[in-house]
């Protein structure tokens, strides 16, 4: 009984401190961003407000492009560049949580935004001008507790931080406590970096227009080694070979699309050959950190030798290390027998076409 008694005194003591604590950190965190639990509308003119203070010396830069495409090994070389920070895919919870059907989005400043099926691209331009802003306060909490952080170098600490928290506290209390550590990581860096494989490059525009200096890096890849790329992590591209084409290359031409008519209007829109970065890389990246404004360091160069010419053996499919990346971009060829080709043909050709690749 006195054991029992302790515990419960014990309890009722700690428990209003963790609150209180709780209440400091998102505080002291709402003193640095926006408070986004107003209504919609005066959210939105206030991230407005803020955004139009802040893009004077921020440079984004989004990496656009399709699963498979080669956006890991573009994203890796890319924030090694010391004044970058850089998320690696941080639309892929989003996707997940509209996958179970969740009505809410649960921020971490402790509003509950709804959301509905058709949602998605929505929603995913707001995650990106929040990021961007650094304003991880209006984001659900599992973006920011979510195990891809630790693929970029930047939010190691902060992800570390939260999981080591969680292990006596809740979620969320885990995530405030860190995310001041994220935070000061993103607003020292004037280069902000964003692997996005979830979205078409039609709602790059209005990001385009709210960011003068932001540039999208629009990577294209053949068709064929995405889809023999993909059947190797079970897509069964094969099932019916001529619909996945098809249903792939009309996005990519989609997205060919829009980067032609956009950059008319804002020339921000960079096109990027994954098999120059596989077959070239140094080049390639020299050339891409130039038109970046990234500067391109020996310690750079040493990345992008260990990433593509060391010949370290990988088994991750999803990592972007390869042993080889001249060999592995023509790794696909042989895969397909001559009528698959001819089909891919007849779906693909006129993309193919568009961006110089052959029927071979």
Request: glycine residues 4%.
């Amino acid at each position: 009984m006195p054991t029992r008694r302790s515990l419960r005194i014990a309890i009722l003591a700690v428990g209003p401190i963790l609150l209180l604590f709780d209440v400091f950190v998102l505080n002291n965190l709402k003193h640095r961003v926006t408070d986004t639990r107003d209504s919609s509308t005066e959210n939105e003119e206030q991230l407005s407000k803020t955004i139009s203070l802040r893009t004077a010396d921020i440079h984004p830069i989004i990496i656009l492009s399709t699963f498979r495409s080669g956006s890991s090994l573009t994203g890796d070389i890319l924030q090694q560049d010391r004044d970058s920070f850089y998320l690696y895919e941080p639309l892929n919870p989003l996707n997940y949580l509209m996958y179970q059907n969740i009505s809410n989005l649960h921020l971490v400043n402790g509003s509950v935004q709804p959301i509905g099926i058709q949602d998605f691209n929505k929603v995913s331009t707001k995650i990106l001008l929040s990021l961007i802003t650094c304003d991880f306060t209006s984001l659900d909490v599992h973006i920011v507790s979510h195990g891809f952080l630790y693929y970029s170098n930047k939010s190691v600490p902060y992800i570390t931080c939260v999981d080591r928290n969680k292990r006596r506290a809740s979620l969320l209390f885990s995530i405030r406590k860190c995310l001041p550590i994220l935070m000061e990581a993103c607003e020292k860096s004037s280069h902000r970096i964003f692997k996005i494989v979830r979205l078409s490059m039609d709602w790059m525009e209005m990001l385009l227009e709210k960011f003068p200096k932001l540039v999208v890096v629009h990577l294209i890849r053949d068709p064929r080694p995405i889809q023999v790329s993909r059947d190797k992590l079970g897509a069964n591209i094969f099932k019916d070979l001529r619909k996945s084409f098809q249903e792939l290359c009309n996005l990519l031409s989609w997205n060919l699309f829009f980067e032609t008519k956009m950059n008319n209007t804002y020339k921000r829109i960079v096109r990027l050959y994954y098999e120059d970065l596989a077959i070239y890389p140094f080049r390639t990246s020299k050339w891409l950190y130039k038109i970046l404004g990234l500067h391109y360091t020996s310690d750079v160069q040493a990345h992008v030798h260990h990433l593509t010419r060391a010949g370290i053996q990988s088994d991750c499919p999803t990592c972007a290390v390869r042993a080889n990346s001249s060999a592995h971009a023509y790794s696909w060829k042989g895969f397909f027998n001559a009528s698959q080709l001819n089909d891919i043909q007849d779906v693909c050709g006129n993309y193919m076409k568009a961006v110089g690749y052959i029927n071979s």
